[in-house]
Each structure stands twice: as C-alpha cells, then as structure tokens.
C-alpha cells in the first residue's frame, strides 16, 4: 500500500505565501530576487541610521554565544553571538510592528526579534530555517506555533570584509548594507519545505556584522 507522508503544517504554509506573495507584488519599493527557486525579496531603507544605531546597542547588551542559547544548533555551526530583543521596548515593538506590517502577517504569529553579532571569523554555517518536524524538539516548537514560514532579516551596518548572506542553491550573495531588509518564505508555494532557501552568514573577515531576525510561525507564537 502506498504511504503518503503529512508535511505539517502544508496548508497553512501554502496560504501564509500566497497572501505575502500578493502583498508583495504590490510594494512599489521591493526588489525580488530573480530566480525561479526561491521567493527572496529585498527592500532598502528600511530602518533609519539612528534606529539601526540604537539597535546595535542593544544587541551588544544581550548578545550571548548563539551555541548555547540555541541548542538546535551544535558549536561550531552558528558561531556568533545572539540574543533575544526586548519586545517591550518601543523602538522593537514599532521596528517589529512595521516588519509585520510590511509583510502582511499577524503580528501573533512573530518570535520575539532576534539580534546577532558576528565579529571576524564567526559565521553561521548553510542552514534552512524551519524545524525539522522528525526531530525531538519538533513536539515542542509544534505547540509553540509550528513550522516557521517566512524570515524577515535586516542588515544593521556595513560590514568591511566578508559576512554577506549567501543562499548557496539559488547562487545569490547579499552584502550587509544598513537599513535594508530582506524577507524570504522557506516554502515553496504549495507548502512544502523549500530546499533552495538554504543560506548562510559567511564568515565576517574585518569588521562586525549585526543583523536582526524575525521568524514567523503558522499560528500564534508562544
Ligand atoms: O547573518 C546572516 O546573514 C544570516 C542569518 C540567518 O540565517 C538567520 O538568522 O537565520
Ligand atoms: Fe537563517
């Protein structure tokens, strides 16, 4: 008898990408990458240089080794420095709000706003960024929301040498310039997990690089 594998969460993923695609696709500003494999979009000036200013400050006062902060991920794969915003502060909440409104997700649906700090020679290794639902940690992050769909990241400040975002499979590097913000949905229109969104923070080789992350769920995060 033929098996049919449940991919959790499809459906949802399926919908949640048809409603940023259309969104999207109406925003005079944005810029989509152009590739057939992934739905990658950039959009400049989205944060002004005194926001990402103030955001930096923060992070350095949160940033902790992202290996032990994050277990999913084993040392030597993510070595930078990460850590949570706090999203009562008003410059995250309305930074964070404006994300949500851009993208066209409930807010609810948002992980609280992740803040990373790459100094030379740290990097996060290729890597998708949703949960690998035949893990343990799954059972979990299934009640907290579910499969993540679409990443929101932005770029703090420029970075000297080195620490572009680089999705391997689509061939597309991306250089840390302040202010812009990119958006990707890590599934491809019908739902499925997205294969060619894998991407990575190469290594900073001079300077430091700082960027912020916001990953949305399918339901309510929490
Ligand atoms: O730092 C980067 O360029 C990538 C960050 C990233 O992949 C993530 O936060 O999920
Ligand atoms: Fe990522």
Redesign the pocket.
Known sequence: MASTTVIPDKDALRRVGETVRKRLADHPRIYKVPTDKAEIYAVGDFLRPTECQRLIRMIDTVARPSSLYDQDYSSGFRTSYSGDLDPYDPLVMAVSRRIDDLIGINGICGETIQGQRYFPGQE?KP?N?WFYTDQDYWKGERKRGGQRSW?A?AFLNSVEKGGETHFVEVGAKVEPKPGVLMLWNNALPDGMPNENTL?AGTPVEAGVKYVL?KWYRTRKWG
């Open positions: 996060f890597h960024d990443t990241m991407h992350t």
